[in-house]
């Protein structure tokens, strides 16, 4: 037996609509879902009913219960949302204590530059800043009397103690220390005796090392040339030119094409022989290559900052602007 | 290095395209950095590496671009001289000059105008023309590298001798200038006095000029390392020391002569004239040396097989004269080139003929490596700083002289011996020059409100003579806490802004009142422990230093030492008890001079059943109430347990135990 509900659904859409507040609408539901409701009393119909009627009469009576709670929980939160407030928040009022903190542009550069390398199995080393000749230039195939030094514009603090004016010096205590093969990444302040709009006494440097059985030059492109598309974020137009450092050889140049013109980026190179027997690595068996780059460049170009200076005035609204960077 | 284009094109008479032309220099090594037009012709300047000496001159660049025309270059006109039998030399320093050579002619006009073209190549490489013979001079060096020097006979005492300089000897040089030599400068001198500091200027008493008939000209190789050091010590470079410290063809000394008068003959009027020449058997230690390159080298080094025709065709362009073995090349090395001594050299010559550009790039991520990765503490730190609003500074190591007299032992402190300028003489001994310096920039730019860190380096000198560096954190904080902020939420930073920092950074530090630190003030000064080691400082400058750097505003600093820090990289867990926890506060009146961390000390929660953390939750002052010696601090309590609900009783009883513990020993008086 089934029954049609018909007319009391549309009498409860009746007063529901009629309705608007939420005491009302609290009123209606216990009317018809209460314990005693009218939705109850005709469950009550059945325990007259035979069992044959039972399984058509439930059927009904549960469609009917379901439609009753729709309807009273669509009204109940339609009342809701458009329940009156006194002083309704303003979201646009500022958020407190809001962070305006910031990594420096140096340090931002390279973090992205060690996150990349170190996809490509670099690993980050550091060292010390005041450095003995040995470290920051015999070692690297640089003797006293060659034209080189002059590359280097050196600040001395004692008859042989130096500021290294790059990070190789790292690299050989490195190799030093923890023989081939190696992959070693060194980020660092370093320090050259020249002050002028595009030469700072002080600035920073990565150099990246790779020694290994069987490394050749197209491992050392392989390296570089992804990573500055990496850098980037695009595929640049990349040259590599010949040039010249002791301390490699072949010695190269990564010039990028910036706004139609030749940038030079990085230098780099096969690791000179000299330099391995200097940290008794046996050239016959492992050859490497070594870069080294400017961050402070690298910075400029992607940041857009012309002044190499605002790096080391720290004005707040300068360093402010790298905020959400890391 | 300044040329032109077309006097170059002379020796290379293929070239198409400038463009192409200057790309492939480039592309060899020889980098044109830039290129400007002047009449008809371009002037390129070279950037050229200090090994490549061969390369600064109009025949070296021609001959190091020849392999890539495939043709060989062709030497310009020369009269052929033979050497004297009597030369005009007292005594030769073979250290200061292995091969020396002088060319005496008489009778010569040097009135005549220097032509036209010679000018204007002169002027476009930058080099003033003077008069004819001295031109001529330039222009053979600018053509062919080797420095030459004219002395005027008829002003010049007697022989001519190479040897270093006596003491207090001076020479007044055609630049004007009086130079004081030392005994290891070397010189050229009549029988009397020196007449050229050998290598890098002549004097002006001998120079040449339009009215001189007879002169000695000098072409001779100078020992490099000499040269460079005596330029170095004077100070001054010149178009001959540029090239002489880098390395001139040693056997190229006399052909020189051969050309220039050749030159001087095609112009004006020649008497007679003679050649003087003396050299030691081997001129230069790479003269004559041969190198044997195994085959492979080429594509173990460079990843690519290049042929054997096309390293061999290289070679030979390059003069290296190769020999193709078995398994190896014979190279010769040739006299100009002083940078070629390993077979890896030439693996460069190869490579760089083959073009940089043209070797593909291999990605080889997956190598071995003998040196883990650790994880970054500063970068850590610095992160959780920035989360807190802090912005990072980098400043100079180096700070002005007297910067830092005043809170370090003068023994201590790191003087730079050459410094750029006084503002940066010295190296940091702390880090609260950098800082404060930091602080004052922003203050007279108006940004007041402050939080900043720093990471860096401090650099000491230590008895022994040996010098240390310490890896810092600091920073500081002044202002308001957040400009964006309602006025009604803004508030001024306090001491206890950056200890929260601090903590929120590391969370087990604790801090207790110092005093020891010269740069922080007496009164606002503490010291941050971490497992009771100190690990840094913090509190106001002292206000001698705030002076120093113009800062009015209130500022508190702090440093950490980064290497004494134990930074926590695991923990283990603890169980979760599910039973409701108890509060309690508690309201107590102790003398001032109790420390809230004594109290927390005390009532440290192994001593009290089931008590789980204590901390200070209030603090105030009433003078009117409790007197100006008695504060009212309120400590909140929490208490749970691990097995069961707890029931008040069992919290009274601690709760008293506490009680009475703080009356006996600190004589509390309890306020609630």
Known sequence: MSKNYTSLISELREKLKKCSSLHDIANIKSFYLGKNGIVSIEFNELKNASIDEKKELGKSLNILKNQVQELISLKLSQAQETKDVDYPIDVTLPGKNISSGSRHPISITINQITSILGKYGFTSVSGIEIEDEFHNFEALNIPDTHPARDMHDTFYVSDNKLLRTHTSSVQIRSMLSNKAPLKIMTPGKVYRCDSDPTHSPMFHQIEGLCIDKDINFCHLKGVLTNFITEFFGRDMEIRFRPSYFPFTEPSAELDIKFRGKWLEVLGCGMVHPNVLTNVKINFKNFSGFAFGLGIERLAMLKYDIVDLRMFYENDISFLSQFKGLK | ??????????????????????????????????????????????????????????????????????????????????????????????????????????????????????????????????????????????????????????????????????????????????????????????????????????????????????????????????????????????????????????????????????????????????????????????????????????????????????????????????????????????????????????????????????????????????????????????????????????????????????????????????????????????????????????????NNNLKIFESGKTYKKHRDGKVTEENILAGAISGINSEQNLKTDQNELSFFDLKGDLISMLPNLSFEANDNIKYISKTCQAVIKQNNQIIGYCGEPSSSLCQQYSIKNKVYYYELMMDKIIHIDNVKYKKISVFPKIKRDLTILVDNKILASEIIDAVERKLFNYMINSKINDIFYNKAEFGKDKKSITVEFIFQDSLRTLIDNQVNVEMEKITNLLMSKYKAIIRT
């Not at chain 2, 000059?97 to 105008?113: E, F, G, K």
């Not at chain 2, 500091?197 to 390392?225: C, H, L, M, Q, R």
């Open chain 2, 1 to 446: 290095m300044k040329i032109s284009l077309n006097w170059l094109k002379e020796y290379v008479p293929d070239i198409k395209k400038n463009d192409i032309f200057i790309e492939e220099l480039t592309s060899l090594g020889l980098e044109v950095s830039s290129q400007v037009k002047i009449k008809k012709d371009t002037i390129i300047d070279i950037d050229m590496t200090p090994n490549r000496a061969d390369c600064l001159s109009i025949l070296g660049v021609a001959r190091d671009i020849s392999p890539l025309y495939k043709k060989k270059i062709c030497l310009p006109k020369s009269i052929k001289l033979i050497k004297a039998k009597n030369n005009i030399f007292s005594m030769i320093e073979r250290g200061i000059s292995p091969s020396y050579s002088v060319l005496s002619i008489q009778n010569i006009d040097n009135s005549i105008p220097t032509p036209e073209f010679m000018k204007q190549r002169l002027t476009g490489s930058g080099i003033k023309t003077v008069n004819f013979i001295v031109d001529v001079l330039n222009y053979v060096m600018l053509e062919n590298g080797q420095p030459m020097h004219a002395f005027d006979k008829d002003k010049f005492n007697g022989p001519i001798s190479v040897r270093f300089a006596k003491k207090n000897e001076k020479m007044s040089a055609l630049d004007g200038q009086v130079y004081r030599l030392t005994t290891d400068t070397p010189v050229i001198s009549d029988s009397k006095n020196p007449q050229a500091i050998a290598g890098i200027i002549g004097s002006g008493d001998t120079a040449v000029s339009v009215n001189s008939k007879n002169i000695f000209i000098e072409s001779a190789y100078f020992t490099p390392t000499i040269i460079r050091r005596s330029s170095k010590n004077f100070r001054l470079q010149t178009d001959a020391s540029y090239r002489f410290e880098r390395g001139v063809d040693p056997l190229l000394n006399k052909y020189a002569l051969e050309r220039v008068l050749f030159i001087l003959k095609e112009h004006t009027k020649v008497g007679n004239y003679s050649l003087s020449h003396s050299s030691v058997p081997k001129v230069a230690k790479h003269i004559g040396n041969s190198i044997s390159v195994e085959s492979d080298l080429f594509q173990r080094s460079l990843g690519v097989k290049i042929t054997n025709s096309f390293i061999m065709q290289t070679l030979k362009y390059l003069g290296f004269n190769p020999k193709k073995n078995k398994s190896s090349f014979v190279v010769k090395v040739p006299s100009h080139r002083f940078d070629i001594q390993l077979p890896q050299d030439l693996v460069e010559e190869v490579a760089r003929v083959y073009g940089y550009n043209n070797f593909k790039s291999v990605l080889a991520v997956n190598s071995f490596n003998n040196i883990q990765a650790k994880s970054d503490k500063n970068d850590y730190y610095s992160d959780l700083l920035v989360a807190r609003g802090y912005n990072e500074t980098i400043s100079f190591s180096f700070i002005p002289s007297d910067g830092q007299i005043n809170h370090m032992q003068k023994s201590q402190i790191i003087k730079i011996i050459n410094p750029i300028s006084e503002d940066k003489s010295e190296m940091r001994g702390s880090m609260i020059n950098s800082i404060l310096s930091t602080c004052g920039y922003n203050f007279s730019r108006n």
